[in-house]
């Protein structure tokens, strides 16, 4: 079983920065694709930035040149900096862990961001 837990959300304006943790538990956070993936207000949830065991990232358009994915292999921790932020960014942030064909996901964070 992975447990995955989020950590770091909150409120700032735009322009501002905000760093996303995501401790995960159970596997090792640099086996298999982990990933951030947010929800904002009344919409689908989206992939934000995934990065898989080869080190490979993938950014949603509108993060790319904002957002940077990586993991911490020592403390075993997910994260998400987010620059440049705007309010188009104010969503639920959810870490997702892929393995053994499952997904585990975290209960989420809020952010939110003021113009």
């Known amino acids: 079983q992975v447990q995955v837990t989020e950590s770091g959300g909150g409120s700032v304006q735009a322009g501002g920065s905000l760093r996303l943790s995501c401790a995960v538990a159970?596997?090792?956070?640099?086996?298999?694709?982990v990933g951030w993936y947010r929800q904002p207000p009344g919409k689908e949830r989206e992939l934000v930035a995934t990065?898989?065991?080869?080190?490979?990232?993938n950014y949603l358009e509108s993060v790319k040149g904002r957002f940077t994915i990586s993991a911490d292999r020592r403390t075993n921790r997910l994260g998400l900096q987010m620059n440049s932020l705007t309010p188009e960014d104010t969503a639920v942030y959810y870490c997702?862990?892929?393995?053994?064909?499952?997904?585990?996901w975290g209960q989420g964070t809020q952010v939110t961001v003021s113009s």
């Open positions: 997702n862990a892929n393995r053994w064909g499952r997904d585990f």
């Open positions: 990065l898989t065991a080869d080190g490979d990232k």
């Open positions: 159970g596997s090792p956070v640099w086996l298999g694709k």
